[in-house]
Every structure is written in C-alpha cells, then in structure tokens.
C-alpha cells in the first residue's frame, strides 16, 4: 500500500503568506499600543439655527474622553456662557442664557486627551475638531402706519435690513401673535371698506422664514381664513405657547349680551378644514391668557383670576387667586406669574406669584400697570408702567422699569412722553432688547377721513414710530447710560418674531 504525498498548492502558499504577514503586523500593533486618535463623532448643532428655545447642544466622542482636558479646551466664538454635563462619551453643554441672534459660532476642541492615555503614559490628543452654527436673524414684526403700509403686516429683518409686506391690501390688520417656530403669523383684520372694529375675522400668514435650517420655506404672504365673523364677534384671542390651540372671545351678533371663550385647533386638520370651535363652558371673564404649559387659559372672573382648563370641565377652575384681578405675565416654565391686584384707593399692585405657593409684592403705583415681561433667563421682569401726573384730568405718564425678581431691586430705564397709554412693548427672545412704539394720535390738523387706523383705546392714529432700546443685567452700571435707537420705520403694536 503506497503512501499518498501532500502536496502545497500556490493558492495555499499565498493564503499562508498572508496571515503570516497579518501577524506580524498585529503583533507590531500589539507592541506599539493604541495609536488610534480620538475624535468628535457628532455635533448636534453642526450647520443648524437655533433659536431661544435651543438651550444645549452635545459632542459625542469616538472613545471615553479625559473630561477635564475637554473642558479646558473646549472654545466657543463668540463666547457663550454655559454648564458642562457628561454621559460616557458624551458631554453636553446647557447654555446659561440663550443665544444672541443674529450671530454665527464657532465651536472649536483640540489638545483634549482620551481617558486612558494618560495612564498609558501616553500623550495622544484628540483630532481637532471645529463646528459651525448661527442664531436666527433679529426679525421683528409690526402694523404699517405710513400710506403705502397702512394697516398691513409688516416684518423687518433687522440682521439683513431686509422689509417684507405679508397681508394683503384688502385687510386692516387689527391684532397679531407669532407662532413658536416663526414660520405664520396669526392675526385678525378687518376689510379695508368697513370701519366696524367688531368685524375682525382670523387668518393665518406664511413669513417665508425656514422651520429648520436647510429646509424650503413656505413662500412669505400665503393667507388662510381660520375663523369667519358670520355669526359672532371676534373680539380678543390668544395663540397657545406650542402654537397648536387658538382662544378667542367673541359675542353672538343675535344676542349681545351672549359673549364667552371659545378655543379651537390652530392648524387645519387631515381634510384641510379647521375644526369648528368650541365653546368654554365657564362664566364670562375679562381679560384671558392661555398658560405656558398650553393646556388651561387664566381669566379675569369676578372678583379674582382663575386657570380654566381647556379640556374637561371649565366649571371647576384648576385655580383661582381671588386676591389678584389680572394676570399680567408667565414666565416660560410656567413656576412664576406676575399679577395685579386692584386696590379700593384705586391703586393697583405687582406680585410675584410662583407655584410654590409664594406671593411677594413688586411695586405699587397710582397708575397703570399696562404690560410685564419676563426676561428668558434672568431673574429680571421688564414692566411698562404709568404715574398718575394729575388726579383732577387723570393725566399718566408712562415708563419702562427693570426689577430684579430675587432682591426686588428697581431700576427705571426711560421717561416715555405724558399721556400715552397707547404704548406697546416687546422683550427679545434673547432678552438683549426692547422694541416700543410712540403713537401720535390725529387732531384736528392732521385728521384723514381715509386713515382707517385705531388704538385699542379706539383712538384714530396719525402716526406711529418704533424705537429699539438694548438692555442689560440690572447690575450692570451701564445701563443708566443706554439710548433707545429710533428705528427707520413707521408702525406700531411691535412684536419680535420667535
């Protein structure tokens, strides 16, 4: 029996030659250590536009990462204050106040180290890494009161100097609230024919500003009818801060004395029709806002303010201050509220409420109090005030104040001109600026029977000019010396947009 020969083919030979080379070269590896850098696998605000709403972005790294070293070299241009927070590999960066708008960053990481190399006796550094993001343009919106922007709606980009009409010329714009993410504008408006103020219906306009970055906009001016006047007055109405819920007060045209909250759905259903609205079944109220958490409304109701709830039974309030005639502001997590408390020698008080049950009073004055706004970080509440001037023709003065909500500190910030109740203000969503109007009511030299503009107060408006005023930390000594800017345009009723 004879004895078969192995014989080793090419193809073996090659295949043994190969993993004899691969092993030599992991056994290098093996012997030269971990040379792999380390990197930033991901960077959540990379290319993106944030806005007030966006308070924190996340780096997420190749490996586990040397915290410290990152920390240290972790530059953002311009700065940005912010806490530093980790999970394994991943850090996130929680901005103290937001974003100034307007602006791009430049978020920049190098000489950071891994975890581990320092105990390997190592000094390898991450790869350098660099991102890029930018804030939304400062863009504010307003009612034109010159003769080619009488009573439409106008928005102004303030970072491109850039002016954009949005409402048609058939519609006298009446009232107006942004939506959330900037991108519609609900407003209510009469025809331009008719001078009945109790005929507003509601619509809806496109601003042509981009929902996320990279995304097509919808063309700027596109208008939809959300609710008609046939059966009822719109009279006052509010949008819901997640932009889903409309509450309006309206009265029957048949039966005056039948007036109530009414909410409906802010955006059209899956048939493109809106849902018809329905009626809160509370008592009648005065002045409403809907809550930050965009499920109950707080009304003016008797003798105090009560939280209604949108679904369920607005019979049984959630709350109800009786003290308090008025709900003034929210902040946006919804833990504060400033509120007005009427007194019987008809001056009236600021409290700060908070859902601790806490009530700590502000100010008080024998004027009004006609409009508060908490700043989106600080502890600062902007208020727009009067001073009774004159008791006997009941003349006001109005002013903008600063209080600080932790030490109740006050600081006046401008004298506006006597007897303008009319004045509006609007605090940037970065906090950084106050936008306000002066209204020159029409007399009799300037009266036009074809200026078909009004105050809230029903006041004829001849002209109206719109000024931009910076604020500042109350610590801040500068800010006795800071100037309101009269802006180039011609309107009232400013808001910023989102």
């Known amino acids: ?220 001016g596109r208008i939809d009818l959300i609710l008609d006047n046939k059966d009822y007055q719109n009279l006052k109405f509010d949008l819901s801060p997640d932009g889903e819920t409309i509450v309006i007060q309206r009265g029957n045209k048949a039966n005056p004395g039948d007036f109530g909250l009414w909410f409906m759905p802010a955006t059209s259903d899956k048939s493109g029709k809106n849902t018809v609205p329905q009626r809160l079944k509370s008592q009648p109220g005065g002045d409403f806002m809907i809550t930050p958490d965009s499920k109950a409304v707080a009304v003016a109701q008797g003798q105090g303010a009560a939280i209604l709830p949108l679904q369920g039974d607005a019979n049984k309030p959630l709350d109800f201050l009786p003290q308090f005639g008025l709900v003034q502001a929210f902040s946006k997590d919804g833990s504060q509220a400033a509120m007005v408390k009427f007194n019987t020698d008809y001056t009236r008080d600021l409290f700060l409420v908070t859902n601790q049950g806490i009530q700590k009073q502000l100010l008080k004055t024998t004027g009004s109090i006609i409009d508060c706004q908490f700043d989106p970080a600080l502890p600062t509440l902007y208020c727009l005030l009067t001073q009774l001037m004159s008791k006997a023709e009941y003349v006001e003065q109005p002013y903008l104040v600063a209080i600080n909500l932790k030490t109740g500190e006050q600081k006046p910030l401008l004298l506006l001109p006597i007897d303008q109740r009319n004045v509006q203000m609007s605090l940037s969503p970065d906090g950084l600026g106050l936008l306000f109007d002066q209204i020159m009511a029409q007399t009799n030299d300037t009266a036009s029977s074809a200026n078909p503009l009004t105050t809230d107060d029903g006041e004829a408006i001849a002209s109206s000019s719109l000024w931009l005023m910076p604020v500042l930390p109350i610590s801040d000594t500068a800010i006795n010396t800071i100037k309101p800017e009269k802006l180039p345009l011609v309107g009232f009723h400013p808001r910023w947009l989102p």
């Not at 004899?20 to 056994?27: A, F, M, T, Y």
């Not at 901005?95 to 602006?103: E, N, R």
């Not at 519609?171 to 408006?189: Q, W």
């Open 1 to 220: 029996m004879t004895k078969s020969k192995t014989f080793i083919q090419p193809l073996d030979r090659v295949a043994i030659a190969l993993m004899l080379l691969l092993s030599l070269l992991i056994g290098l590896i093996i012997l030269q250590g971990d040379v792999v850098m380390a990197s930033v696998r991901d960077f959540t605000w990379q290319n993106q536009q944030i806005g007030a709403d966006d308070t924190s972005f996340t780096l997420t790294f190749s490996r586990p990462m040397d915290t410290k070293s990152v920390e240290e070299n972790l530059k953002i241009e311009p700065p940005l204050a912010g806490k530093v927070s980790w999970a394994g590999r991943r850090m996130v960066y929680t901005l103290i106040t937001p974003a100034p708008y307007g602006t791009n960053y430049k978020v920049q990481l190098q000489k950071a180290k891994d975890k581990f190399s320092e105990q390997e006796g190592k000094n390898r550094l991450i790869q350098p890494f660099t991102g890029n993001f930018s804030s939304r343009d400062r863009v504010i919106t307003y009612i034109g009161a010159d003769r080619e922007d009488q009573g439409k709606l106008v928005l102004y980009n303030l970072t491109k100097e850039q002016k954009r009409v949005i409402s048609p010329k058939d519609l006298i714009v009446m009232d107006f609230k942004p939506f959330p993410k900037g991108d519609k504008i609900l407003f209510s408006a009469r025809n331009s024919n008719s001078q009945d103020l109790l005929s507003a219906q509601l619509y809806t306009a496109t601003t042509g500003v981009p929902v996320q970055s990279g995304t097509q906009p919808e063309p700027a």
